[in-house]
């Protein structure tokens, strides 16, 4: 079964630290906390920065935010390796690129190319996570 995923504190943490204030339906109130619906909260509680919550978007919605505000662009290749002889097992290697042709951008690319060269992911979410937070504490 499919379920819809939101970020875990990790990422909730530094999401709040980089600036981002889109519209969520979750939210944590700290590390240990479980993940909470803003229910009929005014407007001004969702938007103060001071507020002591931190917004739990989807990975989608944090990939979205990073290619639209960031000129960051993350995605996940799908690969096929040996693992033992006439044994191929699949996995997940994650791509941050920065979008436009600039120095800082160059940058971007060549740090997360170096960072991801030799890591590969049995599971996709774990991918799309490590990509957010590598790009939120290096390129950002």
């Given amino acids: 079964m499919i379920e819809e995923r939101y970020v875990s504190f990790e990422i909730a943490k530094l999401l709040k630290e980089k600036g981002f204030n889109e519209p969520c339906r979750l939210f944590y109130k700290d590390p240990q906390a479980w993940l909470f619906e803003f229910i009929n909260a005014p407007k001004a ?3 103060n920065p001071n507020n002591p919550c931190f917004l739990a978007p989807t990975p989608y919605m944090v990939m ?3 290619r639209q505000v960031h000129g960051i662009h993350i995605y996940i290749e799908l690969g096929v390796r040996e693992d033992k002889p006439n044994k ?3 996995y997940y290697k994650p791509v941050v690129e920065g979008m436009f042709n600039t120095k800082h951008l160059q940058d971007i690319n060549e ?9 590969f992911y049995d599971d996709y979410a ?3 996570d490590d990509a957010i937070v590598f790009t939120l504490k290096n390129l950002i």
């Fill in 45 to 47: 509680y969702k938007d």
């Fill in 64 to 66: 979205d935010w990073l």
């Fill in 126 to 128: 774990k991918a799309v």
């Fill in 88 to 90: 191929y097992v699949t």
């Fill in 111 to 119: 740090k997360a190319q170096q960072h991801f060269a030799w890591k």
